[in-house]
């Protein structure tokens, strides 16, 4: 079992900047992949980002494509989102989730807010 906690949510204003982090503990030697993802209110759950744990190749939303980072530091077992630029459309709960595949997120943190202001 792998546990994800998130944190660095809040309240900022439009073109302000965000960093989330999610510190994974338990057995994090199967973790194979790690991403971002958030739920607006209303909304479906939809995909920002994600990074292969041991690579650290990474991918995103072209909603959030070069606005946001995604970044990994393996000696902390911990995994960030550095969010710039920030829009009121970014307002959501983001969750981190960890995969032990490339197909699939096994392991969801409980969220973190985010809430943008114009």
């Known amino acids: 079992q792998v546990q994800l906690v998130e944190s660095g949510g809040g309240l900022v204003q439009a073109g302000g900047s965000l960093r989330l982090s999610c510190a994974a503990s338990g057995s994090t030697f199967s973790i194979y992949r790690m991403g971002w993802f958030r739920q607006a209110p209303g909304k479906e759950r939809e995909f920002v980002a994600r990074i292969f744990w041991s690579t650290g190749t990474t991918s995103y939303a072209v909603s959030v494509k070069g606005r946001f980072t995604i970044s990994r530091e393996n000696a902390k077992n911990t995994m960030y989102l550095q969010m710039n630029s920030l829009k009121p459309e970014d307002t959501a709960v983001y969750y981190c989730?960890?995969?032990?595949?490339?197909?699939?997120?096994?392991?969801w943190g409980q969220g973190t807010q985010v809430t943008v202001s114009s």
């Open positions: 989730a960890a995969g032990r595949g490339p197909t699939s997120y096994e392991y």
